[in-house]
């Protein structure tokens, strides 16, 4: 009797952690996982899964008597494996608010019928690239769509358009839909002496590791921004320049200084853009261009809302 009294608080916790979470995807592990073990059942997987802090996902690849068992976050990186299976959970944290109501994303990353909203939310969750997620109403469930951060919308009286939460490091731009983070190398220094300095391809990519882009400098509410927040951190003494969005930009000029450049540029040096706030006689945040593989100051990122 004592031993099935023992026993009795680990078979609760194998139903409620096989309860807990669902089978996701057949032939796919974590490959990046927070922790690795090796464990007798999938089971006792989900139950250290349940333990460990972040973790809502879980990989077991079955091998001679046992299972390895990989826990994740909400994203984990998967990779094949025939032996193995993937599990998630479905306590989705609160990682979506409603945007908009009567409208779709129409070139949707992914698109798919199931059951409820919350798992349109958890999908985008799961798949790389996604920010953002339609769900329209049917018959049934929910015909779930996503979406990166600038989706195509069109309207739809059935339909809700969701979005992920910005990166807090992002500011908005006034009252417009559009999000700006500055990354000023020299700072980054300060407290990390081995960072290296991003060119502009580089610097481009940084910004895509949050779904943006370098920012695009193409009406005044953003002009004013970039050139107020470099002097409001004292970033103008001397040429001190960040890249911006522009490989290559098409605009008509009939001579040097015009439009947002400085005096003296464009010069053909190079295809991609710098933004400075001023330089000399040079004021007030303007342009110079520049070969991409170079290396300044730093960068503006951009996240672009519908």
């Not at 077991?60 to 599990?87: H, I, Q």
């Not at 798919?112 to 798949?127: A, D, F, H, I, R």
């Not at 000023?184 to 481009?204: D, F, G, H």
């Not at 590791?209 to 470099?230: A, E």
Request: hydrophobic share 30%.
């Amino acid at each position: 009797m004592k031993l099935l009294l023992a026993l009795a608080p680990l078979v609760c916790a194998v139903q409620f952690s096989t309860l807990r979470y669902g089978l996701n995807k057949t032939g796919m592990k974590i490959s990046n996982p927070l922790m690795e073990t090796q464990l007798e059942s999938s089971a006792i997987c989900g139950i250290r899964c349940e333990q460990k802090s972040g973790c809502y996902t879980f990989s077991v690849t079955k091998n001679s008597g046992d299972v390895n068992c990989r826990l994740g976050g909400w994203k984990p990186m998967l990779a094949p494996d025939p032996n193995s299976e993937y599990f998630v959970s479905p306590a989705i944290p609160t990682a979506h608010t409603l945007y908009k109501t009567g409208m779709k994303i129409s070139n949707p990353l992914m698109e798919t019928q199931l059951v409820t909203s919350t798992m349109c939310g958890y999908q985008c969750l799961q798949e790389s690239g996604c920010y953002t997620f339609s769900e329209t109403k049917n018959s049934g469930g929910v015909n779930c769509r996503l979406g990166g951060w600038k989706p195509v919308l069109v309207p739809d009286p059935n339909s809700e358009y969701f979005v992920s939460a910005i990166p807090t490091e992002y500011k908005r731009v006034g009252t417009t839909t559009r999000y700006v983070k500055m990354e000023y190398e020299p700072w980054i220094k300060a407290t990390n002496p081995s960072y290296v300095n991003k060119n502009w391809n580089q610097s481009l990519a940084a910004c895509q590791v949050d779904g943006g882009w370098l920012v695009v400098d193409n009406d005044s509410t953003i002009h004013n921004y970039l050139y107020n927040i470099l002097m409001a951190n004292g970033i103008y003494p001397g040429y001190k320049c960040l890249w911006i969005g522009g490989y290559r930009t098409k605009i008509t000029l009939t001579g040097l200084g015009q439009y947002n450049f400085g005096n003296g540029h464009p010069d053909g040096g190079g295809g991609c853009l710098h933004f400075y706030a001023q330089y000399g006689s040079d004021c007030c945040g303007l342009w110079s261009d520049w070969g991409c593989a170079g290396t300044w100051d730093g960068y503006f990122c951009e996240i672009q809302l519908p």
